[in-house]
């Protein structure tokens, strides 16, 4: 898990930046190399699966890694609301429970696995 080092939101984990953007550019490259003209990133991932780019398993759990993360930063900013504060995508990582951290590390082991397997798939060809 990547923590910010400096600035305001130091050790804290920028779940758009370290998680979901590099789903979303994940999705796109899959998406480009399967010519799907969608912008949805769970589209995306859907045909890379229909065309075999990505196998099932792969699919599954990066889709369920996307909503997972979605899911997480969603109840971050609630919470953010509720205490009257702005809901931001800065997560202390000292408010997260043992179950959250667990699923976490999944996600981001889940992420990097999928970001090697697409530098060895396109390599060179981009």
């Not at 759990?61 to 953010?80: D, G, K, P, V, W």
């Not at 696995?113 to 060809?125: C, D, I």
């Amino acid at each position: 898990m990547v923590l910010e080092k400096t600035g305001e939101n130091k050790k804290t984990l920028d779940i758009k930046k370290y998680a979901i953007n590099l789903i979303i550019d994940l999705a796109r490259i899959y998406g480009l190399a399967v010519e799907c003209d969608s912008s949805n990133t769970e589209e995306r991932f859907t045909r890379a699966n229909e065309r075999g780019m990505l196998s099932e398993d792969a699919y599954k759990n990066i889709l369920n890694t996307y909503q997972y993360i979605l899911m997480f930063r969603q109840h971050h900013q609630l919470e953010a609301l509720k205490k009257g504060e702005e809901p931001d995508n800065h997560i202390n990582p000292d408010s997260f429970g043992s179950f959250e951290r667990g699923n976490l590390k999944d996600a981001f082991r889940i992420i990097s696995s999928l970001q090697e397997a697409a530098k060895v798939r396109f390599a060179g060809r981009m």
